[in-house]
């Protein structure tokens, strides 16, 4: 454990972070994006996107078929989105953690999807938040995003 912890002291990463429509419409968008910045990670890239279908295509690539997939697509062209890089030492699992788990009911208090999110029925997707799972995830989405 040590030694990991000393192999990932040096790993500064970026991450693509979304408010999903959800948030935005909301109002959680600056909530959500201060907590990012309380846990102490830079804004380096922000703006409000209307995301195009072909846009979303490509960000949920490795989803396309799913069941899920389409309502997916559907729920994150129904307004805009707010994306951001956040910069910092493992931001990409710091971002998940602050996340938490993907289904909003279940998440833990004090996460981000935990705090704000629940069950609103079918819509398991609306969920507040995306973060990129990996360091090749976060390149590929961030050239996806801000280009
Ligand atoms: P993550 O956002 O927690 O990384 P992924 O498995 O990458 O979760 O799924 C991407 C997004 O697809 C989720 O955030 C959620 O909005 C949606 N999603 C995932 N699984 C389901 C499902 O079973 N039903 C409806 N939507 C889902």
């Given at each position: 454990?040590?030694?990991?912890?000393e192999?990932?002291y040096?790993?500064v990463?970026?991450?693509l972070?979304l408010?999903?429509?959800?948030?935005v419409?909301?109002?959680?968008t600056?909530?959500?994006?201060?907590?990012v910045?309380?846990k102490?990670?830079k804004l380096?890239?922000?703006k409000?996107v209307?995301?195009t279908?072909?846009?979303l295509?490509?960000?949920?690539e490795?989803?396309?078929?799913?069941?899920?997939?389409?309502?997916?697509?559907?729920?994150?062209?129904?307004?805009?989105?707010?994306a951001?890089?956040f910069?910092g030492n493992?931001?990409?699992e710091?971002?998940r953690s602050?996340?938490g788990?993907?289904e909003p009911t279940?998440?833990?208090?004090?996460t981000?999807?935990?705090?704000?999110?629940?069950d609103?029925?079918?819509k398991?997707?609306q969920n507040?938040?995306?973060?990129?799972d990996?360091?090749?995830s976060?390149?590929?989405e961030?050239?996806?995003?801000f280009?």
């Amino acid at each position: 454990q040590a030694k990991r912890i000393e192999e990932s002291y040096v790993s500064v990463e970026r991450t693509l972070v979304l408010v999903k429509p959800d948030g935005v419409a909301r109002g959680l968008t600056g909530t959500i994006l201060a907590r990012v910045e309380a846990k102490g990670y830079k804004l380096v890239q922000l703006k409000l996107v209307d995301a195009t279908r072909e846009l979303l295509e490509r960000h949920y690539e490795e989803h396309v078929g799913k069941p899920f997939y389409e309502p997916l697509v559907e729920f994150m062209l129904s307004g805009p989105t707010a994306a951001a890089v956040f910069e910092g030492n493992r931001v990409i699992e710091g971002f998940r953690s602050l996340a938490g788990t993907t289904e909003p009911t279940l998440a833990a208090p004090g996460t981000i999807r935990g705090d704000f999110g629940r069950d609103w029925g079918l819509k398991v997707q609306q969920n507040l938040v995306h973060g990129s799972d990996s360091p090749e995830s976060a390149e590929r989405e961030i050239g996806i995003w801000f280009g």
